[in-house]
């Protein structure tokens, strides 16, 4: 395949083009630039304009803090909330553009329990491992417009495949959760969990008991809404 019509070379060139042409994000990312700051889009909205999918959400990862963040945002936002700092999240508000923006993460989970030990990284590609999988661990450096997608996430949406960044096996035990997520993202959009990630998610099935009965409800009504929920329900199954 001639390297212009790669899935990453297409990928990058729609990904790039989408948000270098958004105002309030390219505002954003000027803002963190001008401060020294990395910043990028990352994640679902990546995915999203990719595959043509209607965006819901715009989330950000700089290497500032969470206090950084706040302290760049504030004079430009119309409103600035810690939504979550103890995480490194911070919501701002513009006008009509509401985005979250979250600290380079490097994330210590414990056997017990799903909820990390929250650890600030500076490192683009440390944060983008620690996703749940490949076709969001994909992000767009701003402003410059420079695609980053270490894990071939661009070839897995082609390929419409669900696939960990690392092995499944410690991305499920890092968070169970991320075992019905694979089935909501087939449920969604109709992609199939490479067989790595099965047969995790079959060998590690009872760790989902440490997760929340309010987010597994909200994971399984998530896939009966999708598009595809008997793809789902048999990944389930």
Do not use: C
Not at 60 to 87: L, M, N, Y
Not at 179 to 192: H, V
């Amino acid at each position: 395949m001639n390297s212009q019509n790669s899935p990453q070379h297409i990928a990058a060139d729609i990904a790039s083009a989408a948000f270098v042409g958004m105002p309030r994000v390219m505002e954003l990312a000027e803002l963190f630039h001008a401060r020294g700051f990395e910043f990028a889009i990352v994640g679902g909205p990546v995915r999203d304009v990719i595959i043509n999918r209607e965006l819901h959400d715009f989330d950000f990862t700089t290497s500032a803090s969470p206090q950084e963040i706040i302290a760049v945002t504030k004079p430009w936002a119309d409103t600035v909330w810690d939504v979550g700092i103890e995480f490194g999240t911070v919501g701002v508000r513009k006008g009509n553009f509401e985005a979250e923006i979250t600290t380079y993460r490097a994330d210590v989970y414990s056997g017990e329990s799903r909820k990390p030990q929250v650890e600030f990284g500076q490192d683009l590609h440390e944060d983008l491992i620690r996703r749940d999988f490949t076709i969001n661990a994909m992000a767009v450096r701003l402003p410059q417009g420079e695609f980053v997608d270490p894990f071939n996430g661009a070839e897995d949406l082609v390929r419409k495949l669900i696939r960990t960044p690392r092995e499944a096996e410690l991305s499920f035990s890092d968070d169970p959760l991320r075992m019905m997520r694979a089935a909501r993202f087939a449920s969604q959009l109709g992609f199939t969990p490479v067989a790595d990630v099965i047969i995790a998610a079959t060998d590690m099935a009872s760790r989902i008991e440490i997760v929340s009965a309010e987010r597994v409800r909200d994971e399984l009504s998530k896939l009966l809404l999708g598009k595809f929920p008997r793809l789902g329900l048999d990944i389930l199954e």
